[in-house]
């Protein structure tokens, strides 16, 4: 896998500095221009993966800038630096968006480095000082099965949380878990570089197991009496034989938490293509009372005929539709017709990658059950959890959330 590289434009060279060193925090390689010429020069030679970029500059703006970039065709990842309002900024977003170019975040300054970090896509996550950081030799390492079994035995795998929220009242619905691993040498590690590898060496099950029991276990010492529920996502290779039901079984047994709680999210995969099988697994875990959602619905390729046939209780539009909605009239249409679909099968619907207030608003007016992504949080550590739902009620009270009052 390639190193990250972040290349900046900024004609204060001391902001250019501190992005740098922030950037650098957050495991990038980075380099810093004040001169446009240089920067285009470095974009040639460099070839990086991230561009930050300040909107105003005194030789050229960064609306220009942008413009050649798009022009060239720039595949970078590019995050938007500057001192003007928020409106400013906002529209050179939708801009820079229309023209092709892939615009990760905006951020006005002063910005913390938490807000760079997060705009990078390489959050903190809550607390930052009890988690590990992504360092440079994260992305260079590899994940043998000899570091899986290690992680495993020692426990260094733990679990997320990203709340998911009613789209008409703002309350609290319950968390998808996300694993992370602490490796105690290179740092965090992201499950797309080390679930592929847990399957491939068949320890699949015995992960997903300790986020059972680390998840559960969590809802039971804070959250035992609310109606929180906890979704964990399930390998397809876990179903050829899911007796994880029983252990799962048994734990809610062990902890008192109504096994109606949680749900498992299953991603469409030919796994479950053998229709009978997998009909047959479902819905005896389905009687054993857990609930099963089909996730990031409408990217795979058999999807209609598995959500009709399969016992499932909810249905997660992919995020790809849910972040494209706004600026594109087809993905509007397709997340409503799979609304609308769902709930014409008596499914929940839930919406992922739900990145801003406008968002929320249409996923509203289309009817959409609940929403999960960035504008509301991201995935936190445990320990922000507390903390984050008090300031997530204070902020639906005030309306922040819908920018009217929210119980209609
Ligand atoms: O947070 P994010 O980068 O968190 O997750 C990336 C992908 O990894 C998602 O597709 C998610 O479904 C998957 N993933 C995260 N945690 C788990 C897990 O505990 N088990 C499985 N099977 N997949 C997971
Ligand atoms: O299991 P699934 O593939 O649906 O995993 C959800 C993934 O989506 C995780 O990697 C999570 O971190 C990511 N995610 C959640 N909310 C948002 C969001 O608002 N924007 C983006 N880009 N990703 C999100
Ligand atoms: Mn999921």
Known sequence: ?????????????????????????????????????????????????????????????????????????????????????????????????????NVLGVVSKPFSPATLREALGHPSEGSSSSLPRKSPESNLFEVTESEIRKALDQKN????????????????????????????????????????????????????????????????????????????????QSLVDFHLGDSVSHLCQQLMIDPGRLILELTETRAMEDAAKSLYLLTRLRMRGFQLAIDDFGTGYSSMLQLVRLPFSEIKVDKSFVMAALGSEESRTVVKSIIDLGHSLGLRTVAEG???????????????????????????????????????????????????????
């Not at 065709?73 to 590019?78: P, S, Y």
């Not at 509301?376 to 959330?401: L, Y």
Request: aromatic content about 8%.
């Open 1 to 101: 896998m390639p190193n990250e590289r972040i290349l900046i434009l900024d004609d204060d060279p001391l902001v250019g500095q501190t992005i740098a060193l922030i950037a650098e925090g957050a495991g990038l390689e980075a380099r810093s221009t004040s001169d446009p010429e240089a920067f285009f020069r470095e974009l040639e030679e460099w070839n990086p993966t991230h561009i930050a970029l300040d909107l105003v500059m005194p030789e050229l703006d960064g609306v220009e800038v942008m413009q050649r970039l798009a022009e060239r065709g720039c595949q970078a990842n590019i995050v938007i630096t500057s001192g003007v309002g928020s409106r400013v900024l906002d529209a050179a977003r939708r801009s820079a968006t229309e023209h092709g170019l």
């Open 157 to 236: 795998f733990y679990a997320v949380y990203q709340p998911k929220v009613n789209c008409d009242t703002g309350s609290m619905s319950g968390f998808e878990v996300l694993a992370r691993w602490a490796h105690p040498e290179v740092g965090l590690i992201m499950p797309d570089r080390f679930i592929p590898v847990l399957e491939s060496c068949g320890l699949i099950d015995e992960f997903t197991e300790q986020m059972f029991q680390q998840s559960l276990h969590w809802l039971a010492e804070n959250y035992l009496t609310s109606d929180y529920c906890l979704a964990v996502n399930i390998s397809a």
């Open 354 to 408: 739900v990145e801003d207030q406008k968002t929320l608003h249409f996923l509203r007016s289309v009817g959409c059950d609940l929403a999960q992504g960035y504008y509301i949080s991201r995935p936190m550590n445990c320990d922000s959890v507390r903390g984050w739902i008090s300031e997530w009620q204070a902020r639906t009270k005030v309306s922040e959330f819908t920018e009217r009052p929210l119980l209609h």
